[in-house]
């Protein structure tokens, strides 16, 4: 039995009577006796133990010649004989014994151990007395409502307090879950409370958001730790999100875990900054100072984000590369090419655009009516073309927003969605409410904007250059390995673009034109513009060459240096490293090259010396394959092979590639930090999000420590004075002598 061990190797043979209970509730031993491969960390606020740790290290000699220095030594395990010897001396010398110090420290379930701040010896346990015992259990049932409410996705508040009549109370949900474990018998809260008034306070705003900050990062830490095991990992994060009120940056981390699956797990929200230079500071400081990642291990970045935010977000990759050149810049596998080029053009009208294309598809999908509606104005207008109509139509009733091909469809179905918004808003039946009666009529009003369309044509064209390369980024390992190839004919297309501009301006414009023509929309400059140019006769500005300034030339122009950035060389060495998978290998006929791009991670390889000849192994083992093995098609599947630990360089290349953003998950059941994301995000209210309760929600299925969130928090906000705040009442929940 390990705990029998402990005691041996303690030389403790006053303790070995001692039951394992015992010795986990009152008796205490210091980490510093424990090899660091017997070690893990999990929080700084103490030491998880492996499952097969014993104590080895122990200073036994330094009292001998010198008290003062301390040497340590490993020492051997105990024979028969010695055991036997120890037994004997602790009948022989029972109340000598019982005055030696007390060493042993708590070893349960979770192998867990209190590591003592740079002292080496060991130190007496102090018992708990019974006030100190009863406060860890109150605190102990605080924290468990909370991490409820977290699960549940239950806010904090209750009742609005303007909503309540004048003298009314009523308790927040917090408050009301507290007390109904009361009445459900909890002992512990019911001792607490049980001369309290009705309308005083329980637990303090004050103290609520303390507890939930140390749920959070004891969540939190749990994934982190998963992270730090794993050593690579890759940073994403999605569009900024509104948090009751404030801008919040989703973060999410990608890793290969011990089971050699590719998980994304979400682990927080950082505060958006509009100063991108203080962004990427606190970006920085929040990933290694406060969550204790390593970014020296980091080896992809990728940022999903809303029209407007993309040239900060740049800024913060940017910072980031400087520092650490290994951490590339990628697109994320969450978002198709276009739709990140598209949100990323620094024009206005692009991202008014893109904002009015998200309202309208918003506006149909949460009413089955309108697409009903929407349905049967494709069917007229598509009565030459039944094919298109229904392709249409399935679309309609998809997330038609994140596609590759969303400019083409839209200014397909731009006709039918402008019929249909028009006969919403102008129906003088019942059958639509005034809301969407409303928003049909704004929304049709700015589809049939000259503005609008343009901008819609021009990047349906531009973007058309990109969306085969696109697709193929969010295919197969195969698809994406060759896409990285075809890059050079994708940008050599936008650079002739570019040189015959005028042209193919000329070719868009008129596109534009014929599709306003047929809305019924005048053709005109922005009134914006109008306004500004009054009295300046001067000015003869055309709408062609208006518009080919002001948005054909700026968006080709960013287009092709946002496509060099994002698939910069260390990028693209990367993604040829891809040949790695059999699959690849033997649509090349086996004749792959991989040492060459695989230079860039020599230092995260455990043999680097050895990896040529690891290659060519690695090559023949599949080139020379029985006829009824199938070459594995993706990373996933060659990381779960059976004899991939022969290989541990390819195998430790297969773990870095397959945490870049641009990679996708294959299984997607390792993919729900994104998913719960969303979910939360729509099912909550904007004022009713909580950043600490949202990382509860997500991560529900994590498990979660009690205890060391109680000593979590006697550690950092010492229980009395907590204690006195409890039971100060606050202003507004004073009573009567008779309540």
């Known amino acids: 039995m390990r705990c029998q061990r402990w005691v041996e190797n303690c030389r403790r043979a006053d303790l070995e009577d001692k039951t394992p209970d015992q010795l986990n509730k009152h008796y205490r031993l210091c980490a510093k006796h424990f090899e660091t491969s017997m070690i893990c960390r999990s929080s700084p606020y103490r030491t998880v133990l492996r499952d097969n740790a014993v ?60 590591e003592e701040g740079g002292e080496e010896q060991e130190e007496e346990a102090v018992p708990l007395t019974l006030e100190e015992r009863e406060n860890k ?20 508040d209750g009742h609005n307090v303007d909503e309540l009549p004048e003298g009314i ?31 005083l306070e329980y637990c303090s705003k004050t103290q609520q958001k303390q507890m939930l900050e140390i749920c959070e990062n004891c969540v939190r830490e749990e994934t982190l730790r998963e992270v730090r095991d794993s ?21 999410l981390v990608r890793f290969v875990d011990d089971s050699h699956n590719l998980r994304e797990e979400f682990i927080g929200f950082l505060p958006y900054e509009a100063d991108p230079e203080i962004l990427a500071v606190k970006f920085h400081t929040t990933i290694t100072e406060k969550w204790g990642l390593n970014m020296e291990y980091c080896r992809g970045q990728a940022y999903i984000v809303s029209s407007g935010f993309a040239s900060k977000m740049k800024v913060v990759a940017t910072r980031l590369l400087e520092k650490y050149p290994q951490a590339v810049y990628t697109l994320c596998s969450a978002c198709a090419l276009n739709i990140w080029l598209a949100k990323s053009v620094p024009v206005v009208s692009v991202s008014i655009a893109l904002g009015t294309i998200e309202e309208v598809c918003c506006l149909f999908s949460q009413s089955p009516q309108l697409l009903v509606e929407l349905d049967n104005t494709i069917s007229i207008l598509f009565q030459n073309n039944k094919d298109r109509g229904n392709d249409l139509k399935e679309i309609c009733h998809s997330q038609w927003t ?27 039946s019942v059958r639509w409410n005034n809301c969407i009666a409303g928003r049909a009529f704004v929304l049709s009003s700015a589809l049939t904007d000259f503005d609008f369309i343009v901008t819609v044509v021009i990047l349906k064209n531009v973007l058309s250059f990109t969306r085969a390369f696109g697709k193929n980024l969010q295919g197969q390992t195969s698809d994406v390995f060759f896409a990285a190839s075809s890059l050079t004919a994708v940008l050599h297309s936008l650079n002739e673009v570019m040189e015959n501009i005028e042209v193919y301006h000329e070719f868009w414009f008129e596109e534009a034109t014929n599709l306003a023509t047929k809305l019924d929309v005048q053709i005109k400059l922005p009134g914006k513009f109008r306004r500004a140019q009054q009295g300046n006769f001067a000015s003869e500005v055309t709408s062609e060459n208006y518009y080919k300034e002001i948005l054909s030339i700026p968006t080709v122009e960013h287009i092709i240096q946002e496509l060099k950035d994002i698939f910069s060389e260390q990028h693209l060495k990367a993604l040829k490293c891809l040949s790695l998978v059999p699959s690849v290998m033997g649509q090349l006929k086996f004749n792959t090259s991989e040492e060459h791009h695989a230079d860039m991670y020599k230092n995260d390889l455990p043999n680097p010396d050895t990896l040529s000849a690891e290659l060519h192994c690695w090559r023949i083992k599949w080139k020379h394959r029985g006829k009824d093995i199938e070459l594995p098609a993706t990373i996933y599947e060659a990381l779960h092979l059976p004899d991939i630990k022969f290989f541990p360089n390819v195998y430790a290349l297969l773990k870095v590639l397959c ?16 998913k719960r994301l969303k979910a939360y995000l729509k099912n909550t209210l904007t004022t009713q999000r909580s950043s600490n309760l949202a990382l509860l929600n997500i991560n529900f299925d994590i498990k979660h420590d009690l205890d060391l969130m109680v000593d979590t928090y006697v550690k950092l906000y010492p229980y009395k004075a ?17 309540a």
């Open 231 to 251: 050593h690579f990992f890759s940073i994403v994060t999605d569009e900024v999100v509104d948090i009751a009120g404030e801008e919040h940056l989703p973060v």
């Open 55 to 114: 104590p080895t290290i122990f200073d036994l000699t330094s009292h001998l010649n010198n008290p003062h220095s301390r040497h340590r030594k490993r020492i051997k395990e105990l024979t028969e004989d010695e055991i036997r010897t120890l037994k004997q001396q602790k009948i022989d010398e029972p109340f000598e014994r019982e005055q030696a110090t007390q060493e042993l420290n708590e070893n349960n379930e979770q192998n867990a151990v209190s």
């Open 402 to 428: 994140g596609r590759h091909d969303m400019f083409e469809v839209l200014v397909d179905l731009l006709q039918a969605l402008v019929l249909c918004l028009d006969a919403v808003s102008s129906d003088s």
């Open 169 to 199: 109370f009523a308790s927040d949900n917090f408050q009301a879950l507290l007390e109904c474990r009361i009445n459900a018998g909890d002992e512990v809260l019911r001792k607490r409370f049980e001369m309290t008034a009705v309308n």
């Open 659 to 674: 945490i870049l953003p641009v990679m996708k998950v294959e299984n997607e059941k390792y993919e729900i930090g994104r």
């Open 137 to 156: 259990d109150y605190l102990k049932s605080l924290f468990e409502i909370l991490i409820l409410m977290g699960k549940q996705n239950i806010p904090l």
């Open 722 to 738: 907590e204690f006195q705040e409890d039971f100060t009442p606050s202003n507004n929940s004073e009573v009567t002598g008779d």
